[in-house]
């Protein structure tokens, strides 16, 4: 354990991995960082992004997620496409997907309440996860699950946010 703690980066890191370009984007990188301000994940102060867009390339999305991976992320953040080809590249590293449509239908997770592997997220609509969700995910103590209609609103808090 003390080696893999060796290799990790003083700052968390968190990927953020499009398969779209970044233009006409911003909107959500902005609510993505107003987000993790809200839980107390400041950019550039307790946390990193590293920013991967795949520009439309989907092909280009293993190697993206592969990069990521190399820069020690704690967790993949994507949306559903960059999602479902990094879930075909790592078995281990935590993907937190967003979506509008189903994912189950489209075979990124098996179900809502029991998403199983390395993959959680958030289906819009409705709403299945829990803010905290994230937080628990980047502070280690989830690797993919128990997200999606928790009762249980007492994770996170202020042990997510400790990194």
């Known amino acids: 354990m003390a080696g893999r703690r060796a290799q990790q ?6 990927g953020f991995l499009r398969s779209s370009g970044a233009a006409g984007f911003a909107h959500l990188v902005t609510a993505f960082r107003r987000g993790l ?6 950019e550039g102060q307790n946390i990193a992004i590293e920013y991967r867009f795949a520009e439309n390339h989907h092909d280009r999305v293993p190697a993206l997620t592969t990069d990521l991976i190399r820069r020690h992320v704690a967790v993949i953040v994507a949306n559903m496409v960059a999602a479902k080809v990094a879930k075909s590249v790592t078995a281990t ?6 979506t509008g449509s189903d994912p ?6 098996e179900s809502l309440n029991r998403p199983g592997g390395n993959l959680t997220g958030v289906s819009s609509p409705p709403p299945i996860c829990s803010p905290n969700g994230l937080n628990r995910t980047i502070a280690g103590r989830e690797s993919g699950g128990s997200c999606p209609r928790s009762r249980n609103r007492s994770h996170g808090g202020e042990q997510g946010k400790r990194i």
């Open 9 to 14: 980066p003083a700052m968390p890191v968190i």
């Open 104 to 109: 189950v239908k489209f075979g990124l997770v």
């Open 93 to 98: 590293t935590p993907i937190v997907f967003v």
């Open 37 to 42: 301000a809200e839980a107390g994940f400041v």
